[in-house]
């Protein structure tokens, strides 16, 4: 069984940086891309980063400049900096994972990690 477990959240004061980590556990054959998803209250969960196997980003209009997505092994990170109020949400990992070769790569959610951003 797969799991995707998150860290690095907390409470940070406008202007500061946290660092996201997402790590993939389990029967992985190969992880196809991962992203980070966030989701404010009362709003729609959003795309914020993604990164591909082959180590190709893509940023949200709102966080380009200011966060950057990255993968080691099973792990994908984001590092936050020059945090704003309006990036308070839970952020959630989300990977494409095959657990065996030739397998179909299934869709996999963290359980979310609460960033909360002061003014």
């Known amino acids: 069984q797969v799991q995707l477990v998150e860290s690095g959240g907390g409470l940070v004061q406008a202007g500061g940086s946290l660092r996201l980590s997402c790590a993939a556990s389990?029967?992985?054959?190969?992880?196809?891309?991962m992203d980070w998803y966030r989701q404010a209250p009362g709003k729609q969960r959003e795309l914020v980063a993604a990164i591909t196997s082959g180590g190709s980003t893509n940023y949200a209009d709102s966080v380009k400049g200011r966060f950057s997505i990255s993968n080691a092994k099973n792990t994908v990170y984001l590092q936050m900096n020059s945090l704003k109020p309006e990036d308070t949400a839970v952020y959630f990992c989300?990977?494409?994972?095959?657990?065996?070769?030739?397998?179909?790569?299934?869709?996999?959610w963290g359980q979310g990690t609460q960033v909360t951003v002061s003014s």
């Open positions: 389990g029967n992985i054959f190969s992880i196809n891309a």
């Open positions: 989300n990977a494409r994972i095959a657990e065996v070769k030739g397998a179909f790569a299934y869709e996999y």
